[in-house]
C-alpha cells in the first residue's frame, strides 16, 4: 500500500547549503537554501528569491559561496535562514561566526562549516542562480587518513520537507558504479 499525499516538494535527501556573499560595504552575509543542487559538472543551482539580500549581493558582485552546513552548527545554519540580512545587517557578527575571504572570489568562507564552493555568477534564471564552481575547499577536520572526505566527521546535515527537519547524512550503504553491475546479465 501506498498513501498519496499530493503535489509537495518532497524530495530526499535536501542538502541545507549555506550561500555567503558580501555587500556593496565589505559587510558579509549569509543565508541558508535548501533547494538546490549541482545542475552540470562545475555548476551549482540554488532557487532564491530575488527579495533575499543574498541576490542583491550577487548581483553586485557576481560572486558568492555554497557551504554545506553540519551537525554541529545546526544553530547557525538555521538562523542565517530565518534572520533576513535585509532587517539584520551584521547576522554574521551578532552569532560569532568566523569568516574569511574566499581565496578565488570575492566571497566570504564561513570557517564553521566544513566545505565550501566558490563561485562565479554564471546566470540567473526564472528558477533561480546557476554558479559555476571555481574551488572547493575541505577544512582538514573532516578528512580522513588519505586526505578524503570522511562523511562520518563532515556531519553533513540535509532538510527534511515534510517534517521540518534537520537530519545528519549518515551511514554508507554501497559504492556508486559498482554494486549494480552485480545485476548485470551478461
Sequence with gaps: MRKN????SWLYPQPVLIVGTYDENGVPNAMNAAWGGMCDYNEIIMDLAHSHKTVANIRATGE???SIADAPHVLEADYVGIVSANKVPDKLAKIGLTITKAEFVNAPVIEEFPIT???KLKKFTDEGVVGEIVNVSVAERVLDAEGNIDVAKLQAIVYDPAN???????????TAFADGKKLIKE
Design 5 to 8: 499525499f499530493g503535489v509537495k
Design 117 to 119: 564552493l566558490e563561485c
Design 64 to 66: 558568492f559561496t555554497v
Design 164 to 174: 521540518h527537519g534537520y537530519h545528519v547524512l549518515g551511514e554508507r550503504v554501497g
